[in-house]
């Protein structure tokens, strides 16, 4: 019986870049202090010189990516809404359908010369006393 196989451990790729990063940081540490003792500056000296910009950077990319997380959940937000609204439309438009129909059946169940009449009382009763004797006049007339 053979031995199981152990699995072989990859580092991913960001992984790599981390050591990486780490490496150079190491390595460009090592030679400011190398160059930095023959001008008797300290490592101290160096960490304190790229503190700063350091932590622009780093508050640069920490911005960036709360940004990011930031649209995407308005982007979610937006999906979803439109999703519900996408959702409703169907019911929205059967009960806009429903409503004309019943309209249309009271319309056609209505005498036809009510809603002109109903139209002309109310046109009546929004005009001045002066104005409505002229129209009565006009419609007396019109007899």
């Known amino acids: 019986m053979q031995p199981p196989e152990q699995p072989r451990w990859r580092p991913t ?5 981390w050591t990486l990063a780490a490496l150079a940081i190491v ?4 030679v400011a202090v190398l160059i930095g003792y023959r001008y008797d500056i300290t490592l101290w000296n160096w960490i304190k010189l790229l503190i700063f910009p350091a932590v622009i950077a780093g508050g640069g990319l920490w911005f960036n990516r709360h940004q990011r997380e930031w649209e995407l959940d308005i982007a979610r937000e937006q999906r979803e809404s439109d999703e519900a609204i996408a ?4 019911q ?5 359908a429903q ?5 249309d059946r009271e319309i056609a ?9 109903k139209r002309t009382s109310t046109t009546l009763a929004s005009y001045s006393s002066t104005k ?12």
Do not use: F, H, V, Y
Request: glycine share 2%.
């Open 13 to 17: 790729r960001k992984q790599l870049l």
């Open 27 to 30: 390595a460009d540490l090592t």
């Open 87 to 90: 959702d409703e439309r169907p």
């Open 92 to 96: 929205e438009d059967r009960k806009i």
């Open 99 to 103: 409503e004309r129909a019943e309209t």
């Open 109 to 117: 169940t209505k005498e036809p010369k009510t809603t002109p009449c």
């Open 132 to 143: 409505i004797g002229r129209c009565a006049s006009r419609k007396n007339a019109m007899k």
